[in-house]
Structure formats: structure tokens, C-alpha cells
């Protein structure tokens, strides 16, 4: 009888190593080593920006609408597959916006203090240059921080 007990063991003894790493293999994906979650920032002039990260249409299309404000050094970057020119509008905006428009990480243009518009919005912000981000934070911002065309964006 022992002799059947020991062959059950080495059996299931591999089917729970091999659960354990799986569970670690996730664990480690999803936490840095610091046990803090991932959150994406950019640095522009010395300063760290939170984000929140609008890469699909749903998204980019929400926005920042119908929110009642934004949090300090915070904002959302708009990520786009291409180069293009990009029109905004500040459709159901409850805060003003400084819009940064960047191409490969440099600052091609910033649209300052733009006024929230309701559901009928007559405004739009185009970034005039092919751009593949755009981001979007509190109104006065750019100003506050120093943050001018030609400064370097680093995404982290």
C-alpha cells in the first residue's frame, strides 16, 4: 500500500509545480518587483504626468467627457497607430484643457485654457502637423509646468 501512495504523490506533485510557476508567471506580469502596480507616466520638462491611455476608437471617442475633473499632474494621452492630423473637439467638457499635440515625442503644438463645450460644441482644435499623441491635461497646466513646443516627451 505504501508503495501506491508514492506513485499518487509523484504524480501530483508535478501538476502542483507546474501550477505554482503558471500563478507566479502572472503574479509577476501583472506587479512590479516593488509590489506596486504599473501606472504609465510621461516626463515632460522635469515633470511626471499620470495617465490614463486612450488607444481604441470607444475610447478616444469618451475622452475626458462627462467627467467632473481632473486630478493635478494627470492626463490622457491619446495613442494613434499613424501619423496624421488630428481635430479635437471639447464635446460634453465639464474643465478647460491645454491639448498637447506630439509627434515621436516632441511637442509640435499646445492649444492653452480651452473652454468646456456642451453636446452642440462649435470649437475645433486641429494640431496642424501630422501628429501620433495627443495629450490632454487640466487647463493652465503647460503654463504652470514651463512646457513649450519643441520639449522632449519620455513615456514610461
Do not use: C
Not at 29 to 38: A, C, D, F, H, L
Not at 144 to 155: A, P
Request: charged residues 20%; proline residues 5%.
Amino acid at each position: 500500500m505504501a508503495k501506491y501512495n508514492y506513485k499518487n504523490l509523484l504524480f501530483i506533485l508535478p501538476i502542483i509545480f507546474i501550477i505554482g510557476i503558471f500563478f507566479t508567471i502572472i503574479f509577476l506580469r501583472v506587479v512590479k518587483p516593488t509590489g506596486s502596480i504599473s501606472v504609465p507616466s510621461v516626463e515632460i520638462n522635469n515633470t511626471i504626468i499620470t495617465l490614463e491611455i486612450a488607444d481604441t476608437t470607444e475610447k478616444q471617442w469618451q475622452g475626458l467627457s462627462d467627467r467632473k475633473f481632473l486630478d493635478d499632474n494627470s492626463g490622457m494621452l491619446f495613442v494613434f497607430p499613424n501619423l496624421q492630423t488630428r481635430t479635437f473637439v471639447m464635446r460634453r467638457m465639464n474643465f478647460p484643457l491645454d491639448i498637447i499635440w506630439i509627434k515621436d515625442r516632441i511637442i509640435l503644438k499646445i492649444d492653452k485654457n480651452l473652454p468646456p463645450e456642451g453636446e452642440n460644441y462649435i470649437k475645433r482644435y486641429n494640431s496642424i502637423y501630422p501628429v501620433n499623441y495627443v495629450l490632454e491635461v487640466n487647463g493652465g497646466f503647460t503654463d504652470k509646468h514651463n512646457i513649450k513646443t519643441g520639449d522632449k516627451v519620455k513615456l514610461y
